[in-house]
């Protein structure tokens, strides 16, 4: 399996902009997390999805911020519009059951991440 | 203005040595830990995880020890290599969810 797929890995943009990053999580897996990354405040969740619905979504900063899963293998984080605060990396981390009559606390799998510059 | 970035924390080893990084947290609740290790320019790696009904969980050069009653747990390194230069996560979760809740992080650094 190539594991999480994040495109682009790299997004310059300017303020003002719409940014659209995306995500193939791990086939099988049917929990996605999407997770920005800065200096100043470190990893923070932003949303997660469960079999491609929403359960989770206070992490996200402000209505300028929107997150889909159409189908279980592709997600997309928008922001519009952009603003210079916005430059961080975004990483989509995926995770599916393990199965079995133990309790499915599963690994994170992330992916490569995309760094947003918002000049 | 650009806001000052957080000081990461440095545990700088000798290569060969032990290293040990520490990480507390704050919810009670919290009964599934685990340590992610994040090399520059890539995402986060699970290396370990534990689960609150164990203190002690050993993998492969790697061990993790939690100690619920003062909400503390640690990493500890076994003759710590060159590849293990990386910033180590700590992260909890609570049963019934799936949201993880990471730790700023800490930079080991292993000197030849």
């Known amino acids: 399996d190539a594991g999480v797929i994040q495109s682009p890995r790299h997004e310059v943009t300017e303020m003002g902009q719409e940014v659209t990053l995306r995500c193939k999580p791990i086939s099988g897996h049917d929990y996605l997390f999407w997770y920005r990354q800065t200096m100043m405040r470190g990893l923070e969740l932003l949303i997660y999805f469960n079999n491609n619905v929403p359960i989770d979504d206070s992490g996200m900063p402000e209505d300028r911020f929107s997150a889909k899963m159409p189908n279980a293998s592709f997600s997309t984080l928008k922001i519009q519009p952009s603003e210079p605060r916005d430059s961080a990396v975004y990483f989509c981390?995926?995770?599916?059951?393990?199965?079995?009559?133990?309790?499915?606390?599963?690994?994170?799998?992330f992916g490569p991440g995309t760094r947003l510059t918002v000049l | 203005g650009e806001n000052v970035g957080l000081h990461l924390p440095t545990l700088s080893v000798q290569e060969g040595d032990n290293s040990i990084i520490n990480c507390a947290y704050s919810n009670s609740a919290s009964d599934y830990f685990i340590w992610y290790k994040q090399e520059s320019g890539k995402g986060p790696q699970f290396i370990i995880d534990i689960r609150s009904n164990m203190d002690k969980r050993q993998g492969q050069r790697v061990t993790v020890l939690l100690n619920k009653t003062v909400k503390h747990l640690s990493l500890q390194i076994a003759a710590t290599q060159p590849g293990d230069s990386a910033v180590y996560f700590c992260?909890?979760?609570?049963?019934?969810?799936?949201?993880?809740?990471f730790g700023t992080g800490t930079r080991l650094k292993v000197l030849a």
């Open positions: 992260a909890a979760s609570t049963s019934g969810t799936y949201k993880y809740i």
């Open positions: 981390a995926s995770s599916g059951l393990a199965g079995g009559p133990l309790p499915s606390y599963n690994e994170q799998f």
